[in-house]
């Protein structure tokens, strides 16, 4: 499955590549088509998972809006973990709520981090196939001169690793306003602090050996990613303080009539 995916990105690469020559005739001096299509196709299928991206943030808005339900249902059955957990699933099938769509786009989005490896480590099985063609090809960015190349200075891979932490504590952040009661639990078990530094890390140890077009991936789509959590995190926000207020109102409106009778 993986190389029929690749296969069907590695030729969107190399269309976006002739698409450039075209439209560009002469070849910038520090940045090539090939860096280019690079970046281009990495854009370009971020934006077609953008509508998974928004159902899960749509997800986790209505999980930060059902929390304060959520809360009162811990509190009351804190001891009846059973009960809890049936009273929450009713919860959530009463508001046409699916917890499990905002693991979706990461289900998804997996296979096609794999195959854009599975590109960058063969680019001549996966994208450019006539073997003259690709060893003509300039394939600089900036300061590097072939993107074949690991990148020795370790700038991308820098910068993909920080990208990603920065984006994982950013999630983190989402997670506790969508469920405190897993963020409490991971905090406990020491995960959560494990899968925030463990990914950074692991692209620092791979930036060492890998191509640096993988790198350049990675920092394009990181760079992406991160966008989009930040407007995630601001619309979260946003729906819990409008639960919040309205919740408030709720209280006032019972107090008023409280006060009348």
Not at 38 to 65: C, D, G, H, W
Not at 69 to 88: I, P, R, S
Not at 127 to 133: Q, V
């Amino acid at each position: 499955m993986i190389s029929f995916i690749a296969t069907i990105l590695g030729k969107v690469l190399f269309y976006i590549y002739r698409l450039l020559e075209t439209a560009i005739p002469q070849e910038p001096k520090y940045i090539s088509y090939y860096a280019l299509a690079v970046i281009i196709t990495t854009i370009i299928f971020k934006l077609l998972l953008v509508p998974l991206n928004v159902a899960q943030t749509k997800s986790q808005r209505k999980m930060a809006e059902l929390q304060p339900e959520v809360q009162k249902l811990q509190e009351k059955y804190k001891n009846d973990q059973q009960t809890l957990a049936l009273k929450t699933q009713q919860l959530y099938k009463e508001a046409n709520h699916n917890p499990l769509l905002g693991c979706l786009p990461l289900l998804i989005q997996f296979p096609i981090i794999l195959s854009f490896f599975w590109i960058f480590r063969e680019p001549q099985k996966y994208a450019f196939t006539d073997p003259s063609l690709y060893q003509s090809m300039a394939k600089n960015f900036f300061y590097l001169t072939n993107l074949e190349h690991v990148d020795k200075t370790m700038i991308l891979p820098f910068v993909a690793a920080i990208l990603t932490l920065i984006t994982s504590k950013l999630m983190q952040k989402i997670q506790a306003k969508t469920n405190p009661q897993m963020q409490e639990m991971s905090e406990q078990q020491g995960m959560m602090k494990m899968m925030v530094y463990m990914g950074p890390v692991m692209i620092l140890f791979a930036g060492q050996r890998l191509a640096g077009g993988i790198a350049l991936y990675w920092s394009v789509s990181n760079a992406f990613t991160l966008i989009q959590q930040l407007i995630s995190y601001k619309s979260i926000d946003d729906a819990e303080e409008e639960a919040v207020e309205e919740a408030k109102e709720k209280k006032d409106e019972k107090e008023r009539k409280r006060k009348k009778n």
